[in-house]
């Protein structure tokens, strides 16, 4: 069976696909990080792992959200945020056990798609579009 669209139409938008998948996921971790950032002591409490902690994981979001944006250490950018992702579902399925939804939707499914978009972007390199330093 013949596909509607051709498929090298597809195999032209990966590099753009690439981009906006590596700004949406750094554009949602970099908001996570100035929250962590702005309130250390609140967040620390809401995710029961201390100030230092969440001040530390703020910074990680925060950097690892500017490299993918920029295309930079994509590599190194995308493992570190996988470590906080795999951290966040960790907990929420052994410590908290909120199941994949949770209640008041906070479940660790959010958590699962941004680490499954991680995979992609380490795995395929970011693309194209990148700030080679």
Same mark, same amino acid.
């Given at each position: 069976? &013949?596909?509607?669209?051709? &498929?090298?139409? !597809? &195999?032209?938008? @990966?590099?753009?696909?690439?981009? =906006?998948?590596?700004?949406?996921?750094? %554009?949602? !971790?970099?908001?996570? #990080?100035?929250?962590? /950032?702005?309130?250390?002591? &609140?967040?620390?409490?809401?995710? *029961?792992?201390?100030?230092? !902690?969440?001040?530390?994981?703020?910074?990680? *979001?925060? %950097?690892?959200?500017?490299?993918?944006?920029?295309?930079? $250490?994509?590599?190194?950018?995308? /493992? =570190?945020?996988?470590?906080?992702? =795999? #951290?966040?579902?960790?907990?929420?399925?052994?410590?908290?056990? @909120?199941?994949? $939804?949770? %209640? +008041? +939707? +906070?479940?660790? $499914?959010?958590?699962?798609?941004?680490?499954?978009?991680?995979? /992609?972007? %380490?795995? *395929?390199?970011?693309?194209?579009?990148?700030?080679?330093?």
């Amino acid at each position: 069976m &013949e596909s509607l669209l051709p &498929e090298l139409f !597809f &195999e032209d938008l @990966t590099d753009a696909a690439l981009l =906006a998948l590596r700004i949406t996921v750094a %554009a949602m !971790f970099l908001s996570s #990080g100035f929250l962590h /950032v702005k309130n250390p002591r &609140e967040r620390g409490k809401s995710i *029961e792992l201390g100030t230092v !902690f969440a001040f530390v994981l703020g910074i990680v *979001e925060i %950097a690892g959200a500017v490299a993918l944006a920029l295309g930079t $250490y994509i590599t190194i950018a995308s /493992v =570190a945020l996988i470590i906080v992702m =795999a #951290g966040a579902i960790g907990m929420k399925i052994f410590r908290w056990k @909120t199941g994949m $939804y949770g %209640a +008041n +939707n +906070n479940g660790w $499914y959010y958590d699962l798609l941004l680490l499954s978009s991680l995979l /992609v972007i %380490a795995s *395929e390199g970011g693309g194209l579009f990148l700030l080679q330093i």
